[in-house]
């Protein structure tokens, strides 16, 4: 099988750069482990900046989006006995959404089927080849047979536990990491969110985030040990934490059945470059942020549009300097999104480093409150910056 590009991954990288290709005409097959069903519920974010709003519905897919995103003009900063609003739309004119990632897959993978593209789920032992040559190669198989896909570029959208990575020869890339002696236990609950905007809390027991999906389903995080088992938290426990952390002398979260639990790794990684020969790391697969700035989503779909301007370049000009300054241009926003995550994390959790550590927290949350210049800082970074300050 020939195409022009390889991508290997179905999630929301893989996705915005096969639709983002096929309206150039470039053509593209997407190669997934997964059977649809799983990456279609697969439960993982939610908060989309006005960038991916506006990417999805250039691209034809917001319909259900704008039907059924919540559209939020601020969160909450609280702290027991105070609560900070941070109105972002306000500072900065730019909105974000909350709309489940994995709303975001079904939507783009129904587009680009219905629209003749290719993705094949349930292919198997997925492996890059050639692509320090102009004939790159991607062999994976299927019920057991052997296949290859010829093109002229692979685009690695496979996760930050996918292979495409791997294939790099040793020396090429540097890889930053970093992972919080935490994590996040989430859950999603039938229980209609009783706030408007998200509220992210700081607290002696530690973080935890209220968000929600719908006006009947709520999402919640709590921060929880490094490596914590999920059978020591029953579903009475993870109330009553959520209730110390969030509720104040009068409001209370909302309680209802839990239909989705986990745990999540806090976690910080970047590679640098983002590119060897034709072979391009997109999404996750190149970099992690924790979920605190609820920036990992929109970082794979921005990655995905920088390398559908550079790959189109090179089809209707013959130009490569668009893929050669791909990684270059990507990373800037990616370490961008990677200090102010880990300004939102440092600021928010208990980090484990003592009293004078989580008095610094205070004073950084009260200087939020005092200083329209902290806070429109605060707002600039959550809401993304503009798309054209890329370049
Ligand atoms: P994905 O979504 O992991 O997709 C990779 C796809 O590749 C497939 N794959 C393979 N296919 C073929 N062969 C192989 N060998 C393969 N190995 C893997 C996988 O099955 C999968 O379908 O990566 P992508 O596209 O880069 O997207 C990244 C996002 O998923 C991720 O950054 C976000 O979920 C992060 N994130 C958040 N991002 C936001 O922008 N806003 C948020 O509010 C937000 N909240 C979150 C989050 C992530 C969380 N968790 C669970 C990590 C909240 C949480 C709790
Ligand atoms: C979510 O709704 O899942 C969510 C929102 C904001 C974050 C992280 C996760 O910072």
């Avoid at 935490?182 to 039938?190: N, R």
């Avoid at 806090?266 to 983002?274: K, L, Q």
């Avoid at 190149?286 to 089809?315: C, E």
Wanted: charged share 25%; with cysteine.
């Amino acid at each position: 099988m020939r195409t022009q590009v390889g991508i290997v991954g179905a999630g929301p990288a893989g996705l915005t750069l096969a639709l983002l290709l096929r309206r150039e005409a470039i053509e593209a097959v997407v190669l997934e482990n997964r059977t649809r069903e799983y990456v279609e519920h697969r439960v993982r974010a939610g908060l989309l900046e006005q960038n991916t709003v506006d990417l999805m519905h250039e691209l034809g897919v917001g319909e259900r989006l704008a039907r059924q995103g919540l559209q939020h003009d601020g969160i909450y900063l609280r702290r027991p006995g105070r609560t900070l609003h941070i109105p972002i739309t306000d500072l900065t004119g730019r909105h974000v959404t909350i709309y489940a990632q994995q709303e975001v897959v079904r939507d783009m993978s129904a587009a680009l089927l219905e629209g003749g593209g290719t993705i094949h789920y349930e292919v198997a032992d997925v492996a890059p080849h050639d692509f320090d040559s102009d004939r790159p190669r991607i062999t994976y198989s299927v019920d057991g047979n052997g296949e290859e896909l010829c093109c002229d570029f692979i685009a690695g959208c496979d996760g930050f536990h996918g292979v495409c990575r791997e294939f790099v020869p040793p020396g090429v890339l540097t890889e930053h990491e970093y992972t919080y002696p935490f994590g996040w236990l989430g859950i999603l609950a039938q229980a209609s969110p009783a706030t408007d905007e998200l509220i992210y809390a700081w607290h002696e027991h530690g973080f935890a985030l209220y968000s929600m999906r719908s006006p009947k389903v709520s999402r919640l995080y709590v921060q929880v040990p490094q490596d914590e088992d999920l059978n020591l938290w029953s579903d009475d426990r993870i109330w009553e934490e959520l209730q110390r952390r969030l509720a104040t002398d009068d409001w209370r979260v909302n309680e209802g059945q839990i239909i989705d639990k986990g745990i999540t790794p806090m976690r910080t990684f970047v590679c640098e470059p983002m590119q060897y020969g034709n072979l391009f790391l997109l999404g996750d697969a190149a970099h992690i942020v924790p979920p605190t700035g609820a920036k990992g989503l929109n970082l794979a779909v921005n990655d995905a549009r920088l390398l559908a301007a550079a790959l189109r370049r090179w089809y209707q000009a013959g130009s490569r300097s668009g893929l050669e300054r791909f990684s270059e241009t990507a990373l800037r926003r990616v370490w961008r999104a990677q200090d102010f995550s880990n300004y939102m994390t440092q600021l928010l959790h208990d980090l484990g480093r003592g009293p004078f550590d989580r008095k610094l927290q205070l004073a950084r949350l009260d200087y939020l409150g005092r200083s329209t210049a902290a806070a429109t800082s605060l707002a600039e970074n959550y809401a993304g910056l503009p798309a054209q300050d890329d370049f």
